[in-house]
């Protein structure tokens, strides 16, 4: 299923360059706060929490930040592809460089459930995630992320 | 010269007989059957009784010797026992040491008391004797091969084996003085109980940090430190039985304080042990086997069978349950741990006490004893494995341990060589993963000796040489087993996101806002499988929490190390149907638009 209502074209970072986890949590953060409106800080915190829990490495050289905010009004996804790949505590041990933050209000409940087992499921084929490490430009990555998926 | 020919007749009838018990190991090896039961046959084989017609009645010697391996095999126990498996296990397994050893002996003794028409002093003796369960017949057996047990269990039975006998051996012989010396009242009895056990619980520490203090302030000849160590072991021993402490419990202790310090040469110690205990069971049991004599067995056979039985289905099972009530196990998991009550050397030994002080009807004592573990090894020996199975507390198989190699650097304790094999698929050589406290040091590559700049990337059948803190080494085997790469990973099995097991509901019900009755927020998802599958957890297992399911998706020893999250159900298949359904039926709507304009 395409992620078009997560994700807006402007929510798109080609080539993001950070040294480690918690840089690319700060820059996303940051990129996120400018988008919505929302405390970078406030954004930071939630994240950070979901990271305590346990990491959102997916494996695979894929992680999907997320965390619920009340102030929030509709879910509102960032997509990030790395300059360089990152350890992110993944499970699989693989360093991570590709990233979606998934931010949801307070409100969502099981949407925001389904929203994130969506993300999850598509970047996990290895097509989507072969495509969005080759696209060079932001325009290529929203299109993958946008694409209709065979089969669904 | 007569008398050098019956040395050297000695020499040789006895080291033939040791080389014939350590050969007959193989084949208890095949069958699975207790080594213990190999070599005590094979000692009644070889004596009066036997074919071997060596005649041997010496019960002082046989005493001795009994002492002094038990002492040796205690100290042993306590040697491999780690600390941290020991303190979560503490208390069930205690309380199994001491009530459980009294409850079982009190428990035997009316049978003893009916079936042999002893007194009732004479009849909890008998039941004292057989009450404690055998280190090493339980050591053994939950080791043996197909049999994998919760850690919780395992280590319950395994500590309460290695502690329990310094609690039997006490009652023992308490209850020999009792005899011996006419009544005494009951006050008395629990005094002394008091100063013997604190006697050896005070002479065993001390001895202990005494001995891991010398080990690493004196510098011994390198061959020294294990025989120094066992020495000192048999010193604390005899120590503590000299001032009127238990010797027994002393030495398990000391064993238990050198374990668990940074010790020198800490391997060599546990490898010379291994051996010493190894001997030192071979000739207890080898004479105590000489000791027995079959025909007079028979004698008191229906007597000992009825004791056996009693022991083994009503005395056991009820101590177990009365002490392990207070905990957290289940009837199937208490059920195999009575079954698990297998007795061993130090009820023979502890039965041959009446013959050496010469009570009377020492002889019932010790046929009883000697049929009753007997009979305890034959049949609870061979039917555990399927005990287990048919009580479904058996965990499947895990990949089994690489070798480990260690090697002692002189001069500090906080760090030592590790070396291994590396297989073609180990985690090491797939992911390039080490731990950050192990450091590559050397790298064996065909025959050669590189360093580990020298070898660069490592390849499969090389050997490193890692160094590592000691009490981390075992840590390390995991990153060498050698096993498949994890096939290809099916999201729908995994999960869309992973947690540790560790992880607690609570924090999970906030962050998705799930539903969770409140006294279970402080509960970790790994206790919640067990709670809610009510047995190990396998991997694959799943488990619906409000919206989402839990799936066990790393599980470690029937526990889950790493739960994966499936946060909604998967898309239902037949949306394509659904489409092409939708796609014909506005096809039919314009198609009846176009004909009903017509």
Redesign the interface.
Same mark, same amino acid.
């Given at each position: 299923?395409p992620l078009s209502d997560l994700v807006a074209p402007q929510a798109v970072m080609p080539a993001l360059k950070v040294n480690g986890k918690k840089q690319a949590l700060l820059e996303l953060a940051a990129r996120a706060a400018e988008l919505t409106g929302l405390e970078e800080r406030d954004i930071l915190d939630v994240l950070q929490?979901?990271e305590k %829990?346990?990491?959102?490495g @997916?494996?695979?050289g894929i992680a @999907?930040p997320h *965390? $619920?905010l009340a102030k929030l009004e509709r879910m509102f996804g960032l997509f990030a592809r790395l300059d360089r790949a990152i350890d992110f505590e993944a499970?699989d041990?693989q360093p991570v460089d590709l990233v979606f933050l998934l931010l949801a209000p307070?409100s969502? *409940?099981?949407d925001? %459930? $389904?929203a994130?087992?969506?993300v999850?499921?598509l970047l996990?084929t290895a097509d989507t995630a072969t495509m969005l490490r080759d696209s060079r430009d932001a325009e290529a990555i929203y299109a993958v992320l946008t694409m209709p998926v065979p *089969?669904? | 010269m007569d008398q050098i020919a019956n040395v050297s007749l000695a020499v040789l009838l006895g080291s033939a007989m040791v080389l014939a018990g350590i050969l007959s190991s193989l084949m208890a090896m095949r069958f699975g059957a207790p080594l213990l039961l190999v070599f005590l046959g094979f000692g009644m084989l070889a004596g009066e009784a036997g074919p071997g017609g060596v005649p041997f009645d010496n019960v002082e010697v046989a005493y001795l010797v009994g002492s002094v391996a038990l002492g040796l095999i205690l100290f042993d126990g306590g040697l491999r026992t780690r600390l941290s498996t020991f303190r979560t296990v503490l208390a069930p397994s205690m309380s199994l040491a001491t009530a459980g050893v009294m409850l079982t002996a009190a428990f035997t003794a009316p049978v003893a008391h009916f079936a042999l028409g002893l007194g009732w002093i004479e009849s909890l003796l008998i039941g004292s004797v057989i009450a404690s369960t055998d280190a090493a017949a339980v050591f053994f057996l939950l080791h043996a091969h197909g049999l994998r047990l919760r850690p919780r269990v395992a280590a319950t039975l395994e500590i309460e084996s290695g502690t329990n006998d310094p609690i039997a051996i006490f009652l023992t012989l308490l209850l020999v003085e009792i005899i011996l010396l006419g009544g005494k009242s009951w006050p008395d009895i629990a005094l002394a109980f008091v100063a013997k056990a604190a006697g050896g619980a005070v002479i065993g520490w001390g001895g202990g940090r005494a001995i891991s203090f010398v080990l690493n302030r004196v510098s011994l000849a390198q061959g020294l430190h294990a025989p120094f160590v066992s020495a000192a072991a048999l010193v604390v021993f005899g120590l503590a039985e000299f001032i009127g402490g238990s010797g027994f419990l002393a030495v398990y202790l000391a064993g238990l304080v050198v374990g668990n310090r940074p010790t020198r040469a800490h391997n060599t110690v546990v490898t010379f042990l291994d051996a010493a205990t190894w001997i030192a069971q071979i000739v207890m049991f080898l004479i105590l086997g000489l000791l027995a004599w079959p025909s007079r067995l028979i004698d008191h056979a229906v007597p000992a069978l009825a004791v056996a039985l009693t022991l083994m289905v009503v005395a056991r099972p009820a101590a177990v349950f009365l002490c392990l009530w207070p905990f957290r196990f289940s009837t199937r998991e208490k059920l195999f741990m009575s079954w698990v009550g297998l007795r061993g050397a130090v009820g023979i030994f502890l039965a041959s006490i009446p013959l050496l002080v010469e009570l009377p009807n020492g002889q019932v004592y010790f046929d009883i004893g000697f049929v009753v573990v007997l009979v305890s090894l034959l049949v609870q020996g061979w039917t555990i494995a399927p005990a287990a199975r048919r009580l479904h507390i058996s965990l499947p198989r895990s990949d089994p341990p690489p070798r480990r190699v260690e090697l002692d650097l002189p001069g500090q304790l906080e760090q030592e060589l590790v070396g291994y094999a590396v297989g073609p698929s180990s985690p090491y050589l797939r992911?390039h993963?080490v731990p950050s406290w192990a450091k590559l040091m050397l790298v064996v590559r065909d025959e050669e000796v590189l360093t580990a700049g020298e070898a660069q990337a490592i390849r499969e059948g090389d050997h490193v040489y890692l160094l590592a803190p000691p009490e981390k080494a075992h840590a390390l085997d995991r990153f060498f087993v050698d096993m498949p790469a994890p096939a290809s990973?099916d999201?729908q099995l995994l999960g /869309? &996101? &992973?947690?540790?097991g560790e992880?607690t509901l609570g924090?999970?019900a906030e962050?998705?806002?799930l539903s969770v009755s409140p006294e279970d927020l402080g509960m970790s998802l790994a206790d919640q499988f067990v709670r809610r599958l009510g047995r190990p957890a396998r991997q694959g297992d799943v488990l619906p929490l409000g #919206?989402?399911a839990l799936l066990a998706h790393r599980v470690t020893e029937g526990r889950v190390v790493?739960v994966g999250l499936?946060?909604?159900e998967? /898309?239902p298949l037949p949306? #394509?149907i659904e489409r092409w359904k939708a796609a014909l039926r506005r096809a039919w709507r314009r198609s009846t638009a176009v004909l009903r304009r017509r």
């Open positions: 299923m929490q979901r %829990l346990g990491s959102t @997916i494996g695979n @999907i *965390g $619920k499970l041990g307070e969502a *409940g099981a925001h %459930l $389904k994130l087992a969506r999850a499921r996990r *089969g669904t | 992911r993963l990973p999201p /869309d &996101f &992973f947690v540790p992880a924090a999970l962050i998705y806002g #919206t989402i790493s499936r946060l909604a998967p /898309d949306a #394509t």
